[in-house]
Each structure stands twice: as C-alpha cells, then as structure tokens.
C-alpha cells in the first residue's frame, strides 16, 4: 500500500521507481500470496488532482537547511510566473499530497512565507547560519493550511452550518457544529454555494458578510414576489 502510494508521489523520479519496485515485488512473492496482492492493488484507487513535480534535491537541500539552521539562497517564481531571488530561514517541510511546502522567514520581506517547492528555479545553496525564531504556530501542517486556502484571499469567512460534518466535505466539527473556515476574493460565491447546500447556517465572521448576505437576500426576496405586469 505504501508503494503505491508513492506511486502517486509529486517528487520527480520517486513515481517510477515505486512502480518498479512494485512489478518487482509481485514477481518475487510466493504463489499464495499473488492473489491477495492483485486483490489489494484493484481494491485501492487514488483520487485524481493536480500534482506539481519537484526535484528531489531541493527537498534535500532544503531539509539540509533546516537541519543545521543555515540560510539559502534560491530563485523563486510567483504564482504570475514572476521569477525573482530569496533569501529565507527554512524551517520546516510540510508534505500537502499534491504539493511540498516549506514554512520560512523571508528575510527581504521580513516576515513568515509559504514557499511551494514545485516553484523554486534553482537548488537552495546555504548562506551561513541563523539563530531560530519563535515558530508561527505549534503545528507547521495547519499554518501551511491556512496560508494556501485563506490568507491570499481578500475575506477569511468563518460559517456554522447545521449538519454533520460528514454531510459536508473538508470541514471541521468545533463541538456546536460543522465550521467552514476559508478565503475567498468575493462575498457573493460562498453565499450561493451556502444557500445551495440546503443547511441552515449562522455566519461567524467577518460583519461585512452578514451585512452581504442579509443585502442579497433582501434582493431574493424582492425577485421571488409575486409576477407584476410587464412595463412597456
């Protein structure tokens, strides 16, 4: 199970191996087990999405870094294509399934970054060595969470919604209910997909998005009455 789940693997290289070492394996096992083993590899069905190839020598090289606390140096492309050079403080890896992440200080922007590993153009070179900062947060998986899907978006929407969260995909249950929390660009899109569910919900925050929800539903309203006589 494990080969084949690095058979879906982003890091460049690894896929190819792991399913060579998976052909190998089924013709090595014994007669009785085959079976079983053939049975297991139908069973198991890795769900599609996009995978961001990286070399693994800058996993290396950045794991490196963090290891003995040394500053690097690299190219880095932004999401616009923008290509320009970084120097950061590495201090973690985080492995999203689709993506590698390394938590950063940014020393040109002096703050905390999210680099995509699938981005960097060069293999980070160390620059010497840092003294450690306080870390963003206890748990590295959940900042990298939160810096992909809420902080480059313009509203952090926070929902209650009534109904189990095993009705409702990728959510949270915080004891009185399912919560949404995530970022989006405008107000109006999660409002017509929350209204789409069909579940009660009770907007958390930002005020701006009760405001918003209670101006658009006005406007439903309006819209639902009853026909009037088409003007001339």
């Known amino acids: 199970m494990s080969l084949s789940a690095v ?7 690894v896929a190819e ?18 079976p079983k083993f053939s049975m297991l590899r139908e069973a198991v069905t890795t769900l599609p999405g996009p995978r961001a190839a990286v070399d693994p020598e800058i996993l290396t090289s950045l794991s490196a870094a963090i290891t003995d ?3 690097v140096g690299f190219r880095y492309a932004k999401a616009d294509g923008e290509s320009s050079r970084r120097l950061a403080e590495p201090y973690g890896l985080v492995d999203a399934g689709h993506r590698w992440y390394v938590v950063a200080w940014d020393l040109g922007r002096e703050d905390w970054r999210t680099f995509g590993a699938d981005r960097f153009g060069s293999v980070p070179v160390p620059r010497g060595r840092f003294t450690p900062r306080s870390l963003p947060g206890t748990d590295l998986a959940g900042y990298v969470h939160d810096s992909i899907v809420r902080s480059p978006y313009r509203y952090d929407v926070v929902v209650r919604i009534d109904a189990p969260v095993q009705q409702v995909a990728e ?3 915080d004891g009185d209910g399912t919560v949404l929390r995530a970022g989006f660009d405008s107000l109006e899109y999660p409002l017509i997909q929350l209204a789409g569910m069909g579940f009660a919900f009770e907007i958390i925050e930002p005020a701006e998005f009760r405001d918003r929800a209670r101006e658009l539903g006005s406007r439903l309203r309006e819209a639902g009455r009853a026909e009037r006589p088409a003007s001339s």
């Not at 058979?7 to 290289?13: D, E, T």
């Not at 191996?17 to 085959?34: C, D, I, W």
């Open 7 to 13: 058979a879906a693997s982003p890091v460049a290289g």
């Open 17 to 34: 191996a792991s399913v060579r070492a998976l052909t190998k394996l089924e013709q090595v096992l014994p007669g009785r087990l085959r």
């Open 69 to 71: 606390r040394q500053v």
């Open 171 to 173: 959510l949270e249950d």
